[in-house]
């Protein structure tokens, strides 16, 4: 029953059978077995191990199963072990002893290697188009909320007004590197390891460039032992995963935190909050701290994978079977987040009033040290200045705007009546016209940036 029982003269154990088997979760690889072993079949047929004849009743056969595949009413059986397996088994009932030929010159190790290849290579463009989406809602929001202004902080504690646009591209940009690593990683992983065998390449004359073609693959691998091993795109993908998810949980982090009552910045759309069943006031960002919580979950299913392929000798070893279900985990748990986490932020008001409210004139602080400098004061003494000026203010228990003329005066000579233009959040972050800074115009220069990296 098995596709390797010959040797054996007994049964493997009930329970080791079920702890070998991997059609549970490797049966997603059930279009990209299909295909491969479609290609191999024609590679089979040029090198003259099959007949004309015996490649078209093989290929009509897989055709037929990938279509059973398609209409959801292929049934296995419960001696498929893995979809290689079930795959190849079916196609036997389907086209009779010819099925026994696909397997010439082929093993499982450079099969798997090569399925698991395509459904990422696959995946790709899915996950892609839903972080691209977010990346949009981002955008939206930049574009809907500009000229807002709030409170910027470092140490999360109150430093320089910034526009709210400039707080959601900063996030965008995030993304816009995810998505760009993602690419890259998909490139990585269109290499092509059919053809590498069990471990030392098949004995057949394969012409693997055109299998990599027919594939999709833009290259083939270059030694067989690697080739069966090498999961670096899988752990990559994780990566992606990982560091992906930590830039999402650093975005909800902040929106958790400015839809406190305490900040009041942003209110989450009901669509998107969730209630307590016990107190009736309660209106929580579930959906934010889930992305921070899923975060957590990627950075482990990463950890996993490398503690997995750390210390494996060359070539195929059984421990790779793990490889598949954190990446379909990873994959699964994006494709459920970034859709819900778009609409969330589509749908959140903004209140600026509560963000001008969370100004205070100590914020200024730097732009009445570089006033000083703008009139010839080194910035290490201006800096000194105005730290005096805030202690004062702070002593007399008053804003910083607050302190008279002359006390401005009693610190610096240079300080004169228009001081006071200062301490405007809105003149303030108009200065940081840098590419990159705050002021509404390099903001808008960063939209327009943002929308051409989005395409
Ligand atoms: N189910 C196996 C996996 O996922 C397929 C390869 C099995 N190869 C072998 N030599 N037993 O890795």
Redesign the pocket.
Known sequence: MTL?GGRFKGELDRQAWAL???LSF?QRLAQQDVRGSLAWARALQQARVLSAEECSQICTGLEAVAQEFRQGIFVFQPAD????TAVERRLGELIGPAAGKLHTGR???D??ATD?RLWLLDAVPGVQAALADLQGALLERAEQDFGMVMPGYTHLQRAQPILLSHWWLAHFWALQRDRDRLGELADRAATLPLGSG?LAGAPFAVDRQVLAQELGFARISPNSLDAVADRDFAAEFLFFAALHGVHLSRLAEGVVLFSTAEFGFIELSDAYSTGSSLMPQKKNPDVFELARGKAGTLVGLLTGLLATLKGLPSA?D?D??E??QPVFAAHDTLLALLPVLGGALRSLAVRPDRMSAGLDAAMLATDLADYLVRAGVPFRHSHQVAGQAVRLAAEKQQPLDALSLDEFRSLHPAFGPDVYQVFDPQHSAARRDVPGGTAPEAVRAQIVQAKTALG
């Open positions: 390797w070998n088997a991997s490797d072990e893995d979809i290689h093993s499982r190790n099969q798997v698991f069990a195929y059984k790779l079977q490889d598949k």
